[in-house]
């Protein structure tokens, strides 16, 4: 596999664990000193929001501080259009994201009413914007070193 493959591999596995807010399966893709820095992108100016320090601290916070999923619910995010760059044992990745809120609805005791078709719920995209991650091989495997994640609209937490 070819790094370029392996990163977005990297990637996709990210998104995952933010998914299923699993923050052991996120650890394991930075390094123990890895870092993770979220911003605001007002209007062309990156405005910085927080940052976590350490893989342990990144997974914690994936466990504990992403607010879980309603019943039925879920969470996809989504990247695209990556730009890869890759020196030696280090690389960058510029890929663009969504985020959709996924929640289906609950079927009626009686059945889905006459002329109910397709899929019942909804799909609303929350978050956009960029990450945009250093990584490093490390014994022949890529991992995140530091990570931003800049937001196309404002964020409260």
């Known amino acids: 596999m070819s790094d370029q493959r392996e ?48 893989a342990k601290a990144i997974g914690d916070a994936v466990t504990m501080l992403m607010k879980p999923h309603p019943p039925r619910g879920w969470s996809h995010h989504t990247t695209h259009d990556p730009i890869i760059e890759v020196t030696g044992d280090t690389a960058t990745l510029d890929v ?9 609805a609950e079927k009626p005791e009686g059945g889905w009413p006459a002329g109910a078709f397709g899929a019942q719920g909804t799909i609303i995209p929350i978050e956009s914007g960029y990450y945009r991650p250093t990584l490093k091989k490390v014994d022949g495997r890529w991992m995140i070193a530091h990570h931003r994640v800049y937001h196309d609209i404002p964020y409260a937490f």
């Not at 699993?22 to 929001?49: H, V």
């Not at 663009?96 to 289906?104: D, H, L, T």
């Open 96 to 104: 663009q994201f969504v985020v959709f809120n996924v929640v289906g």
């Open 7 to 54: 990163i977005q591999e990297v990637m996709a596995r990210y998104v995952r664990a933010a998914d299923h807010r699993d923050g052991a399966a996120m650890s394991k893709i930075f390094l123990p000193e890895g870092k993770t820095e979220i911003f605001y992108n007002n209007a062309g100016t990156a405005e910085r929001l927080g940052e976590l320090v350490g």
